[in-house]
């Protein structure tokens, strides 16, 4: 059973303790429990797993870099979970020179459910001893570059989804009057043919009318986006930021 105890909790990041003489050099791991407003960071010593700092502060690559500086020099790893927002962050306090490793967030989920107080303080306390244990699973972190594509190709599948609903609600309903725009009628045809249809039909050309300027702009909107991701570099796009992490650098 190893015993924690806890060293001065510093919230300005303060200082790495000093060393002590006939000691191995201290090294230090790092959990880090984001959410959208704040990140709350521990940092434990290599060797021993005592927790040299624990701290909360805003969700931004500055104010975690800050915390992080002091110690910057004896990092091994800085972990934190996949989330919605953890691409972004893993770029950032990369470039900064930081050690990131991305943790899947199921299997690390899974190993702080053994916790007895579900808090941001104790998540971040057992991400830190994860990684220090090594005992987890990295992830893929994307590229810049590979999530620029994922939000062109997302944006685009929600404007075909809506693009399909509304057409698929002006063929049903023009169904009810007897009025039949035909399956093989093409995407470039299709208002003029249900133009046509409901031309003798004052309240239906109405109704109709507002659903196939929607139909047009959604369909000029997917043609931008299908012009845009054709054009960017496969192999500049779609790569990821490096492979997994080495299981021998654990």
């Known amino acids: 059973m190893v015993l924690v105890k806890e060293k001065n909790l510093l919230q300005d990041g303060g200082s790495p303790p000093p060393r002590r003489r006939g000691r191995p050099p201290m090294s230090f791991d790092v959990g880090l429990d984001t959410s959208a ?39 091994h790893l800085v972990g934190h979970e996949a989330t919605g927002w953890s691409a972004w962050l893993h770029r950032e306090l990369e470039a900064r020179g930081v050690p990131m490793v991305l943790l899947e967030t ?84 299709f208002p003029q043919r249900v133009r046509e249809l ?23 909107s997917i043609a931008t986006f299908t012009s845009c991701s054709s054009s960017l570099p496969a192999g500049k796009s779609c790569a990821g930021a490096g492979a997994r992490y080495p299981a021998s650098a654990r």
């Open 37 to 75: 407003t704040t990140t709350a960071i521990c940092i434990v010593d290599r060797h021993d797993a005592t927790i040299v700092l624990e701290t909360s502060v805003p969700t931004d690559p500055d104010a975690i870099f800050q915390v992080l500086k002091p110690y910057a020099p004896r990092l």
């Open 106 to 189: 199921h299997h690390s989920a899974r190993m702080l459910e053994a916790q007895c107080n579900k808090t941001d303080r104790n998540d971040a306390r057992g991400l830190a001893q994860l990684v220090r244990s090594g005992w987890f699973k990295p992830v893929h972190a994307k590229s810049e570059d590979a999530n620029r594509m994922k939000l062109l190709l997302a944006h685009r599948r929600v404007l075909k989804r809506k693009l399909m609903d509304i057409e698929n609600e002006i063929r049903q309903s023009l169904k009810m009057f007897g009025l039949m725009a035909g399956r093989r009628v093409q995407r470039a045809t």
């Open 198 to 220: 409901v031309a003798s039909d004052p309240l239906l050309s109405l109704a109709t009318e507002s659903l196939l300027k929607c139909w047009q702009v959604l369909g000029t």
